[in-house]
């Protein structure tokens, strides 16, 4: 019992003392950057109309954890979040036992950057990416009402990726 104890000492003073902190609640964006403009993301794949929900979502997340201000015009930011989806695919997970599709993967890849508006400097620059599953359907409705639930699972989770990015330096 003595041993656990210990254990459990020094697994906690190692984990306090290593900077270890909740994703996304991190200090990497400079003190001066206090509002924020998000430009309509780029889409440079062959998928239409992906780039609005993501842009939304990042909008989205930067309103909800508070540690800058959304703008709506990059004449008010200090800073510009600019973006491009670069690649969006669907790929076969798994099969049954007679060969048939039972689970796709779709996967987005997003480049992006924070700029002071005066653009003299780049703050951070980085890629995210993200693979969300989704069940294979004999109606063609189904199956792509089902693509369409993981897209907006992809926005959601890049955007939360890209915002744990940028303020936690990762």
């Keep these: 019992m003595k041993r656990l104890t210990i254990l459990l000492v020094a ?3 190692w984990v306090c003392g290593c900077g270890y902190h909740l994703p996304g609640r991190g200090t990497a964006l ?8 998000v430009e309509p993301f780029q889409n440079k794949t ?4 992906l780039e609005t929900p993501l842009t939304n979502e990042v909008r989205d997340q930067f309103s ?6 959304v703008v709506g015009s990059p004449d008010l930011a200090d800073a510009i979040l600019t973006g491009t989806i670069v690649s969006y695919g669907v790929g076969t997970v798994s099969y049954d036992r007679n060969d048939d599709i039972t689970e796709y993967r779709a996967t987005m890849r997003v480049d992006a950057a924070l700029t002071r508006s005066n653009g003299e400097e780049v703050i951070w620059q980085g890629t995210v990416s993200w693979k969300e599953e989704f069940y294979a359907n004999d109606d ?5 009402y089902n693509e369409t639930l993981a897209q907006e699972d992809l926005h959601r989770r890049l955007a939360q990726e890209l915002y744990n990015s940028l303020t936690d330096n990762f």
């Design 11 to 13: 697994v906690t003073l």
């Design 30 to 37: 400079p003190e001066d950057i206090q509002t924020v403009y």
């Design 46 to 49: 062959t998928e239409p109309f």
């Design 64 to 69: 909800r954890r508070r540690t800058v201000e």
């Design 140 to 144: 063609r409705a189904q199956q792509d």
